[in-house]
């Protein structure tokens, strides 16, 4: 799996490490090789790892080619432990649910014990069920904090449920909270930004050619996070990695 791509790496101030790869592929391969190698040195050290799941296009091909050999014997599946950064109020057998996805990409069936996957329950009684996520993880985490954080970004720079102009960016008390979308007129189960900031490592992952205007403005533009959501992940003091491709790294000025 560890083959030698040429990966150019920047750091921008005051918190990002961006990987540059040259195409989907590679980008693909390297951000699936990070988790193995995050996952097997958590377990070793702590015999476990947590990990938020993203929804998103990008973040299924991950979850195939962890399912696939021969990766799927690699990784070591019963010490790890699955959560979702945000979810849709939809039901879990809904194409459209993270959870649905996550699983239908192949995490159904590599033996997680059923006791360590944790949905988010968005389709009822949001208010109520995003406390009981928020004491889902204050039970199961180490130390309260998530090992490795998976975000996407969307073309609108929202990312989990992060929605621009939204009001979930504005709680900064819970870990856990219900956003209404006004953009798809429904509500979404999201981590709050403050908490996601707690994370041990936060990996975000853009391809293409549409993510070039978001990159651009969250990583090099004028700071708006009512605007650009993306930019309220990442502090001096806890890094994000940025795992991208040319397409999508083509407005940055920078590299
Ligand atoms: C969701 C996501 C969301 C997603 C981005 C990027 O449920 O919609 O969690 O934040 O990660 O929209 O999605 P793509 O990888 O498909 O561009």
Redesign the pocket.
């Known amino acids: 799996m560890t083959k030698s791509v040429s990966i150019k790496k920047v750091s921008i101030e005051p918190c990002h490490d961006l990987w540059i790869h040259p195409t989907r592929t590679e980008f693909i391969e390297s951000a699936t090789s990070f988790i193995l190698e995050y996952s097997q040195e958590c377990i070793a050290k702590q015999g476990s790892f947590h990990i938020a799941l993203?929804?998103?296009?990008?973040?299924k091909a991950i979850y195939e080619l962890m399912c696939q050999e021969p990766l799927k014997k690699i990784f070591d599946w019963k010490n790890m432990w699955l959560y979702w950064?945000?979810?849709?109020s939809v039901l879990p057998s809904d194409e459209n649910s993270?959870y649905h996805m996550s699983m239908s990409a192949g995490l159904n069936k590599v033996g997680i014990p059923q006791n360590q996957v944790f949905r988010m329950v968005a389709e009822s009684n949001i208010e109520e069920n995003a406390q009981d996520y928020e004491t889902i993880l204050q039970t199961h985490l180490p130390s309260g904090k998530f090992d490795l954080i998976m975000?996407?970004?969307?073309?609108d720079g929202?990312?989990?449920?992060l929605f621009p102009h939204s009001s979930a960016l504005t709680i900064t008390d819970k870990w856990v909270t219900p956003n209404w979308v006004e953009k798809f007129k429904t509500w979404?189960m999201t981590l709050t930004y403050p908490f996601i900031n707690t994370a041990s490592k936060i990996m975000f992952?853009v391809?293409g050619p549409?993510?070039k205007e978001p990159l651009a403005a969250v990583l090099e533009g004028k700071r708006n996070p009512t605007l650009y959501p993306s930019q309220l992940i990442g502090e001096k003091s806890h890094q994000v990695v940025w795992f991208s491709d040319e397409p999508a790294c083509r407005l940055l000025k920078g590299i």
């Open positions: 993203s929804g998103g296009s990008t973040p950064g945000d979810e849709r993270n975000l996407g970004m969307g073309d929202h990312t989990a449920s979404r992952l391809s549409n993510k």
